[in-house]
C-alpha cells in the first residue's frame, strides 16, 4: 500500500452509483492527515468500505489543499504533527465555511484524561480515537460519518433537483399562461343590476362555450351574472352611485370543461330608474392550475423532507447505541478485571497445596480461599447496587439527623486516632430522602478519608443550607489527590486502593445515591492539603407537603 504526499490511495472496491436511488452508494472520501506513513497505512487498512476513497495527508498544509480540491466525509487527524499542530489545522479547517461542517475525529495516543481532549472537543472534534485501538470500533466510528455524508449529499441533490423541477414546472406554467394571455381577447359584457345580461363581445361567448347572449343568461352563469343591490356610502350619507366588485368564480361549460374566470364589475346608478352594469371577464385558469400545482410539489417536498428527517434521527440514533455498546465494552472490563484477580489467587493457591499435600498448607489455602471469596461477593454486590436503575422510596426527613447518626456509625468502628467533628448551621431543615442510604453516602466518604490517611485523621463535616438547597461538606486533613485523578474518582471501578482489596465502586455508588436524590456531589483535593466532598440537595418546604413521597424535586 503505497501513499502520495497529498495524493490518494483508493479503497472504493465499486463504482459511483447512479440515480437518486443510488446516491447512497456514491463514492465518498477519507481524509487521514498523519506523518507517520506506518500509521496511515494501518488506519487504512481498517477503513476498507465500498465506494470509499482513502486519501491522505503528511501535514496540516497537505490537508489543507487536499480539502480545497474535493469534497471528503470525515477527517481522521493527528493530534501531533512536526510544524502545524493537529489542533491548529482543525482551527483553520473549522475557519473556512466550505470545510466548517466536515467532521474531525483526533487520532492520537495522549491518555484520555489529558486537557488536549477538551481543548480538542472545543476546536469542534466529533470524536477523539485512543491508539492503539480496536479496528471494528474505529470501523463504527467511520462508517456513521460515511452513511451521514451520504445521507447529506442526497438530501441536498434531491432538494436542488425539486427546486429545479418546480421552477421548471413553473416557467411551464407562466409560458402557457402567458400564450393563453395573448392568444385570448378579454371578454367584454353589460347587464342590469337586476341580472339581465344586455351585451356580450364574441371572446366572451368563447371563454363561456356559448353561441348567442341569449345562453349568457341562463342559470349556468348566474355566479358571473348575479344581481347587484346598491350599498349605504359609509356613516349613512345615502346611497353609492358606483360600486366596483372582483371575485374568481368557478364555472363548467356545455362542453363539461371547467374554467377558473376573473369578473370585475363597475355598477353605476346615475339613472336613477335603474343601475347599470358593465364588466370584464379574465380567464385565469392557468393561473389557478399553476397555484395548485405548486401547493402539490410543496406538499410533496414537505413530505420528503420528513422522510429524510426521520432517516437522519434513526441514523443518529444508531451513533447513540455505538456510544452506549463502548460503555456497556468498557464496564464489563472492568468487571471481568476485577473479578479475575481473587480468581487466580485462589487458582495459585489450590494449586501450591496440591503439590505441598500439607494439612497446614490446605488450612491456609482454605483461609485465602475465603477471604477471596468474600471479594468476589463484595464486588458483585457493588456492582449491583451501581447498575440499579429503580428510584427508592422518600420522604421527608431532617437531614441533620441522619447525618449526625451516620458520623455515630462510622465513629463506632473508627481508629482511635479518628477525630470526627459535627457542624450544623442549622437543624430545622428538611430534605425529600432515604435515610439508610444518605447515611450510606456519609459513612463511606468518611471510611474513604480514614482509609486513606497513614497518621492520626481529622474530619469536619458541615451541614448548612441556602434558600433551595441543603449543603453538606465532609472535609479531611489526608494526603489528598492529584488533579489529574479528580475527573475520574466516580468512574465505575477506579481506585488508589487496589492494593488493600479497594473495588472502585464505592463513590459511583455514592455518586449514583445523591443523583437519585435529585442533588449533585463535587469534590475538591490538594496534594498535601486533603480533599473535601460537596454535596447539594434539594430542600423539602412544607407547601410540598402535598405531593407524593418518593418525588424529587429536580
Not at 429503580?390 to 455515630?408: M, N, Q
Request: hydrophobic share 40%.
Amino acid at each position: 500500500m503505497v501513499f502520495d504526499k497529498v495524493a490518494a490511495a483508493d479503497f472504493s472496491g465499486g463504482a459511483q452509483g447512479k440515480g437518486m436511488n443510488g446516491r447512497l452508494h456514491q463514492e465518498v472520501n477519507i481524509l487521514i492527515v498523519n506523518d507517520r506513513l506506518q500509521q496511515v497505512e494501518a488506519i487504512a487498512s481498517m477503513l476498507e468500505f465500498p465506494n470509499v476513497k482513502v486519501l491522505s495527508a503528511a501535514s496540516g498544509e497537505d490537508a489543507l489543499r487536499v480539502l480545497l480540491a474535493q469534497p471528503v466525509a470525515v477527517i481522521l487527524l493527528d493530534v501531533h504533527m512536526p510544524g502545524m499542530t493537529g489542533f491548529e489545522t482543525a482551527q483553520l479547517v473549522r475557519s473556512r465555511p466550505s470545510t466548517e461542517h466536515i467532521p474531525i475525529i483526533f487520532v492520537t495516543a495522549i491518555d484520555a484524561a489529558d486537557g488536549h481532549v477538551e481543548e480538542g472537543y472545543a476546536l469542534g472534534a466529533v470524536d477523539y480515537i485512543f491508539l492503539p485501538a480496536d479496528p471494528a470500533i474505529i470501523r463504527a466510528k467511520v462508517s456513521v460519518f460515511i452513511d451521514l455524508h451520504r445521507l447529506r449529499e442526497e438530501v441536498q441533490w434531491q432538494a436542488e433537483w425539486m427546486k429545479r423541477e418546480a421552477e421548471r414546472r413553473a416557467d411551464e406554467l407562466e409560458t402557457r399562461l402567458r400564450g393563453l394571455l395573448n392568444n385570448l381577447s378579454v371578454g367584454v359584457f353589460s347587464m342590469t343590476s337586476a341580472g339581465e345580461v344586455k351585451e356580450a363581445n364574441p371572446a366572451l361567448l368563447h371563454l363561456l362555450g356559448v353561441e348567442s347572449v341569449s345562453e349568457v343568461g341562463s342559470t349556468r352563469y348566474h355566479k358571473l351574472f348575479a344581481p347587484m343591490e346598491r350599498e349605504t356610502i359609509a356613516g349613512g350619507r345615502g346611497l353609492a352611485q358606483k360600486m366596483i366588485r372582483k371575485e374568481e368564480i368557478q364555472i363548467s361549460r356545455k362542453d363539461g370543461t371547467k374554467k377558473w374566470l376573473a369578473v370585475t364589475k363597475v355598477c353605476d346608478w346615475s339613472d336613477e330608474r335603474e343601475g347599470k352594469i358593465e364588466g370584464i371577464i379574465e380567464d385565469v385558469t392557468a393561473r389557478r392550475e399553476a397555484e395548485e400545482a405548486l401547493r402539490e410539489l410543496n406538499e410533496t417536498l414537505e413530505r420528503r423532507v420528513a422522510v429524510k428527517t426521520e432517516e437522519l434521527r434513526r441514523t443518529w440514533d444508531r451513533v447513540l447505541q455505538s456510544e452506549r455498546l463502548a460503555s456497556l465494552g468498557t464496564l464489563a472490563a472492568g468487571i471481568a478485571h476485577e473479578i479475575n484477580n481473587p480468581l487466580n489467587s485462589m487458582l495459585l493457591a489450590t494449586q501450591y497445596a496440591q503439590r505441598k499435600r500439607d494439612p497446614k498448607v490446605y488450612q491456609s489455602t482454605l483461609v485465602a480461599v475465603e477471604e477471596q471469596i468474600h471479594r468476589c461477593e463484595k464486588i458483585v454486590r457493588g456492582v449491583l447496587q451501581f447498575a440499579r436503575n429503580e428510584s427508592t422510596e422518600k420522604s421527608p426527613h431532617l437531614l441533620s439527623g441522619t447525618v449526625r447518626h451516620a458520623i455515630g456509625l462510622a465513629s463506632t468502628y473508627s481508629r482511635p486516632d479518628v477525630s470526627i467533628r459535627f457542624h450544623g448551621e442549622r437543624e430545622g431543615f428538611k430534605v425529600l430522602m432515604n435515610p439508610l442510604e444518605i447515611e450510606q453516602v456519609v459513612v463511606n466518604l468518611i471510611q474513604n478519608a480514614v482509609e486513606a490517611a497513614n497518621g492520626p485523621v481529622e474530619v469536619d463535616v458541615l451541614l448548612g443550607q441556602t434558600e433551595q438547597e441543603a449543603i453538606l461538606e465532609i472535609q479531611d486533613n489526608g494526603p489528598g489527590m492529584k488533579p489529574e485523578l479528580l475527573s475520574k474518582i466516580f468512574d465505575p471501578f477506579f481506585t488508589t486502593k487496589a492494593g488493600s482489596g479497594g473495588t472502585g465502586l464505592g463513590l459511583s455508588i455514592v455518586h449514583g445515591i445523591i443523583h437519585d436524590h435529585g442533588g449533585t456531589i463535587t469534590c475538591e483535593s490538594r496534594l498535601g492539603k486533603g480533599s473535601q466532598f460537596t454535596i447539594k440537595l434539594p430542600l423539602w418546604h412544607e407547601e410540598h407537603g402535598h405531593e407524593q413521597p418518593g418525588k424529587v424535586n429536580r
